[in-house]
C-alpha cells in the first residue's frame, strides 16, 4: 500500500493551491478517502472526507467554502483544491485511506503547505 501526497509549497495569503494524493496497492475506488493536517504540537485535524464513489463530501468548518476535495478512481488519486489561503492554514497535509467505518487505514507521508508573504 502506497500513498503519496504532492503539490505543497509556500504560496502568499490569498493564493492557490491543489495537493494530489496518488494512491496504490488497495482497490482505490472501493474507499473513503480523507485530507488531514497537522502543525507542531498540535493534534492532527480531519480537514476534508470524500466517500468512495466520489458523491458526498465533508469538510471541517475552517475550510468550508475555500477547500474542495475531489478524486479521480481511474486514476487512483485524490485532491485538495485550496483556495484564499490563510496563514493559519500552514500545517502538513496527509491523505488517509479509509479502511473501516471509522476510518483506520493507510496514510502518506505528508506534503508541507506554507501560507506567508
Known amino acids: 500500500v502506497q500513498l503519496v501526497e504532492s503539490g505543497g509549497g509556500l504560496v502568499q495569503p490569498g493564493g492557490s493551491l491543489r495537493l494530489s494524493c496518488a494512491a496504490s496497492?488497495?482497490?482505490?475506488?472501493?474507499?473513503?478517502m480523507r485530507w488531514y493536517r497537522q502543525v507542531p504540537g498540535k493534534e492532527r485535524e480531519l480537514v476534508a472526507h470524500?466517500?468512495?464513489?466520489?458523491?458526498?463530501?465533508t469538510y471541517a468548518a475552517s475550510v468550508k467554502g475555500r477547500f474542495t476535495i475531489s478524486r479521480d478512481n481511474a486514476k487512483n488519486t485524490v485532491y485538495l483544491q485550496m483556495n484564499s489561503l490563510k496563514p493559519e492554514d500552514t500545517a502538513v497535509y496527509y491523505c488517509?485511506?479509509?479502511?473501516?467505518?471509522?476510518?483506520?487505514?493507510?496514510w502518506g507521508q505528508g506534503t508541507q503547505v506554507t501560507v506567508s508573504s
Open positions: 470524500i466517500i468512495n464513489t466520489g458523491d458526498g463530501t
Open positions: 488517509k485511506a479509509c479502511e473501516t467505518i471509522a476510518c483506520q487505514g493507510y
Open positions: 496497492g488497495f482497490p482505490f475506488s472501493r474507499y473513503d
